[in-house]
């Protein structure tokens, strides 16, 4: 229901800063984004956790890696939720993934949930 583009990330260095965007572009037009959110998944295969999401009414959540040195944002005319992250460590890096979940309606204007995920950002944290 929508197309998720991520930006920003690299490799960095420790105490460094992080700066992510993700940009949701909708694909019908009754689509509606309700809450948005960074995801990051390290090492490969393991499950991906929160570090922080964000409601449509800026109602914000941080995941243990997020609290303290994350700070969630959005702006909902461009539907674009971003991501800093302050004093990076090294088990900061992993991948990072955008998060979108909302509503649509169907073929059958039947209202329904959905949730789309980024391709994910790489961010890699040396000490």
């Known amino acids: 229901q929508v197309q998720l583009v991520e930006s920003g990330g690299g490799m960095l260095q420790a105490g460094e800063s992080l700066r992510l965007s993700c940009v949701a572009s909708?694909?019908?037009?009754?689509?509606?984004?309700?809450?948005m959110g960074w995801y990051r998944q390290a090492p490969p295969g393991k499950q991906r956790e929160l570090v922080a999401?964000?409601?449509?009414?800026?109602?914000?959540v941080y995941g243990d890696s997020g609290k303290g040195r994350a700070a969630i944002s959005r702006d909902n005319a461009k539907n674009t939720v971003y991501l800093q992250m302050n004093s990076l460590k090294p088990e900061d890096a992993g991948v990072y993934y955008c998060?979108?979940?909302?509503?649509?309606?169907?073929?059958?204007?039947?209202?329904?949930?959905?949730?789309?995920w980024g391709q994910g950002t790489q961010v890699t944290v040396s000490s």
């Open positions: 909708a694909r019908i037009s009754t689509t509606s984004i309700e809450a």
């Open positions: 998060k979108v979940i909302g509503m649509y309606y169907s073929q059958m204007n039947i209202r329904l949930p959905f949730t789309s």
């Open positions: 999401s964000i409601s449509s009414d800026g109602t914000t």
